[in-house]
């Protein structure tokens, strides 16, 4: 393995903690925020179903499957068959977890603008377009 995989992994584990601390204090564990965030990105949607986050996040069935029973459980989301198809499961994120996200996500921010201070405008457009490149890769070549 070369540097990069080294790299990549120490700065998202740091980004990860960093979140998983802020979200522990109101409850969550940093994945619960991750998707809840999805939810509410994603919320001008009719309906979230489960097998998109799946696809989006690149995670087996089994663990979004525990992860949305415990926001479930938690009064974040209402999980209900589609009415069309009763194979599929809707997601609909409560008023509850939005004012939670909100509040995480002013926290989170901060975090965010203070660690990638120390990147220009240009350093950091070029960072996403070159991350986003290797991630559109790494599916594609997986496949």
Known sequence: MNKLYYLLK?????????????CLKRGLTGKQFVL??????????PEILQAKIQ???????STIT?????????????RKTDE????????????KAKELIESIENDAQ???D??????????????INLLERLCDNLVKSSK
């Open 114 to 127: 203070l660690s990638l201070s120390i990147l220009n405008k240009e350093e950091y457009t070029t960072l």
């Open 110 to 112: 901060r975090y965010d």
């Open 36 to 45: 809840l965030r999805f939810f509410y990105l994603n919320q001008d949607s």
């Open 10 to 22: 120490k700065a998202n584990g740091l980004m990860f903690q960093h979140l998983n601390d802020v």
């Open 84 to 95: 069309v198809d009763q194979r599929k499961k809707v997601v609909i994120l409560t008023e």
């Open 66 to 78: 525990s992860v949305l029973q415990t926001l479930e459980k938690k009064g974040m989301i209402i």
């Open 55 to 61: 696809k989006t996040f690149h995670l087996r069935r």
